[in-house]
């Protein structure tokens, strides 16, 4: 069956300007989790989605956001792009209460 | 404020030696630890689990050791292969409360052959 996928695989978009990324998660998995990996701070959890409501929220700014379809696909956005936000953004699916997460290969965002 | 840490960021292991990673927890309401390695350019993929009620899990050439008292979790990888070399990430979950699962920083393994 397929994996998680993520597009893009890469992104560079300059400061200040949005960015959307979009997570198609394993058919049958109905949560979505987002998560951010810096060198040095691991995985930074985002948020969680799961039927098309947010479950969960980590600590970033607002300038994050997301959204899950009733399809269960999952897009993130970034408005407003800084520096710090480069970064990979990994996705994560998984059946409802379970631990079985199983990711994408992830969307290497390069802000400059 | 980091619930899980892994305060190896690296570690180098000689090929058919014993690899030991580390992991500390500060909430104690974490009650399921999961392991997952991570290859450049891929997503983590899920490698061994363990329950609070058990303070053991074997798979393998890999097993997960829980010290709950310690708060503290380790993975042991024997013998070590060179396609061990990864990232691994340490990470917990809670059935209480928010469920998310938290990250450690992570653990470079280079094995060297």
């Known amino acids: 069956k397929a994996g998680v996928t993520q597009t893009p695989r890469y992104l560079i978009k300059t400061r200040g300007q949005q960015v959307t990324l979009s997570c198609s998660p394993i058919?049958?998995?109905?949560?979505v989790s987002w998560y951010q990996q810096t060198p040095g701070q691991g995985l930074q959890f985002l948020f969680e989605?799961?039927?098309?409501?947010?479950?969960n929220k980590g600590n970033f700014p607002g300038r994050f956001s997301g959204r899950q379809f009733s399809n269960s696909r999952s897009e993130m956005n970034v408005s407003t792009l800084e520096l710090g936000d480069s970064a990979l953004y990994l996705c994560?699916?998984?059946?409802?209460?379970?631990?079985?997460?199983?990711f994408g290969s992830g969307t290497r965002l390069t802000v400059v | 404020d980091q619930q899980v840490k892994q305060n190896s960021p690296s570690l180098s292991v000689q090929e058919g030696r014993i690899s030991i990673l580390n992991c500390d927890y500060t909430?104690?309401?974490?009650?399921?630890f999961l392991w997952y390695k991570k290859y450049p350019a891929e997503g983590p993929t899920f490698l061994i689990s363990?329950?609070?009620?058990?303070d053991k899990n074997e798979d393998g050439r890999f097993t997960v050791f829980l010290n709950k008292s310690a708060k503290h979790l380790s993975l042991h990888i024997v013998p070590s292969q060179p396609g061990d070399s990864a990232v691994y990430f340490c990470?917990?979950?809670?059935?209480?409360?928010?469920?998310?699962?938290?990250f450690g920083t992570g653990t470079r393994l280079t094995i060297i052959p």
């Open positions: 363990i329950s609070s009620i058990k």
């Open positions: 994560a699916s998984s059946f409802a209460d379970s631990y079985g997460y199983t």
């Open positions: 990470a917990a979950i809670s059935n209480f409360g928010n469920e998310k699962l938290t």
């Open positions: 058919s049958g998995h109905r949560s």
């Open positions: 909430n104690s309401m974490f009650d399921y």
């Open positions: 989605y799961f039927s098309e409501t947010q479950r």
